[in-house]
């Protein structure tokens, strides 16, 4: 009898070291709430000595974090209640670089120029951190929030390409790490063991309003990963290892994309499909957008640069699944996730025109905002996984 109690204590000791150290390692995840305005992710960060909060967007699409500076005067810049000036920060370093001019579509880019600072999310402080102080910003933003914090489009070792003269150039003073703010955060808190941040949405409402309230919709989570937010499994997507153009970040083949039984587009080879939270729409080459578009009668429409379509009570029933399959999986979105009603009662698509390259796909908010979206550095690779409290997406394992 005392031998099997021994044996009880033992496996609750055993039990309990192991509830222990998983508890241990989810408390070593940084988290960061966020809100969703108009399929964007949008959370904090903290910039200077002393510090001062921005809403950015949080961008997987590029590598250059930036905010908007007080040199900044036109309407986006003026409706924002914060303004960065880098002679009210104790640690801003002007690295005297040409300026930084980054064009995200006709008409919507910014001018930045090239500083370090002390940036900190979630909790998490990267100093020396390389950023854009942006004095023109055009068609991006909105009162809520003006900026990015670059979380992807680096280099497969780390670095970007806004940096392009040697650090022997620099100063002391001047010092400025290359990299992004996600991979200086890994080196100088995790190592190379927890490389991995992600998104998850907490309340799937309102991805397409504009927000006058500070409620949550989301968490950003950095350092590892949480298998206390999702169920199932996490479907993984390899990151390229050729042909991927200026970065494999954040990029995986996309071999085949269908609406139903309607039409099937079997994708040119080496075709990548990039996660991007900086769209919120999911964005195809020119020709293929148009042939998906035209099988469920929708019109391009010149004015406001998307798809039109007529509206019904039930989109489910009058409209086809979108599926998008990659090397080991399907993804399945129901026509509620992919076509959306404007205040004038107008129903558009979320699928849209990218460029004319064919190869070229982007998965924004409409596509992402369904999972728990995860970017494993450690292993180069993009995982997605289905939120605890379910959605209407699919993920669907392919058998070769």
Not at 113 to 132: D, H, K, P, W
Request: glycine residues 8%.
């Amino acid at each position: 009898m005392r031998f099997t109690t021994i044996l009880l204590s033992s496996a609750a000791l055993l039990i309990s070291s192991a509830s222990s150290a998983t508890l241990e390692k989810r408390c070593s995840l940084k988290r960061e709430p966020m809100t969703i305005e108009d399929g964007l992710p949008i959370a904090n960060i903290k910039v200077g000595t002393p510090p001062q909060n921005f809403p950015v967007v949080f961008d997987t699409s590029n590598s250059l974090t930036w905010i908007p500076s007080v040199d900044c005067h036109t309407r986006e810049c003026r409706q924002q209640a914060h303004l960065y000036n880098p002679a009210d920060s104790s640690t801003a370093v002007n690295l005297h670089r040409p300026k930084v001019s980054i064009k995200y579509d006709e008409g919507v880019c910014i001018d930045a120029r090239l500083y370090t600072e002390c940036i900190s999310v979630a909790g998490l402080q990267v100093c020396n951190q390389m950023f854009g102080s942006a004095y023109s910003v055009k068609g991006l933003g909105s009162e809520n929030y003006l900026g990015s914090l670059g979380l992807g489009g680096f280099n497969a070792d780390g670095s970007t390409n806004y940096l392009n003269n040697s650090a022997s150039q620099l100063t002391k003073r001047q010092f400025a790490n290359g990299a992004g703010y996600a991979q200086n955060a890994y080196q100088s808190s995790y190592g190379v063991g927890s490389q991995q941040f992600g998104m998850v949405v907490t309340n799937p409402s309102g991805f397409y309003q504009k927000r006058n309230n500070d409620k949550s919709d989301a968490e950003f989570i950095f350092g590892g990963i949480d298998h206390n937010v999702y169920k199932g499994d996490i479907a993984y997507f390899n990151l390229p290892t050729c042909d991927y153009g200026d970065t494999p970040y954040w990029k995986t083949e996309i071999k085949c994309v269908k609406l139903g039984d309607k039409i099937d587009i079997k994708l040119a080879p080496k075709s990548l499909a990039s996660f991007s939270t900086g769209s919120n729409y999911i964005l195809a080459p020119t020709k293929q957008a148009d042939l998906l578009h035209e099988a469920i009668d929708a019109e391009y429409d010149e004015v406001d640069n998307r798809y039109v379509m007529e509206c019904c009570d039930d989109l489910d029933e009058k409209y086809p699944t979108f599926k998008l399959d990659f090397e080991d999986y399907r993804v399945s979105l129901p026509p509620k996730l992919y076509i959306k009603k404007d205040s004038n009662g107008q129903c558009y698509s979320l699928i849209n025109r990218n460029t004319d390259d064919e190869t070229s796909w982007i998965l924004g908010g409409a596509f992402l905002n369904s999972f728990y979206h995860i970017y494993d550095s450690s292993n180069n690779r993009v995982g997605l996984a289905i939120p605890k409290k379910g959605c209407e997406a699919k993920i669907h394992k392919l058998h070769k």
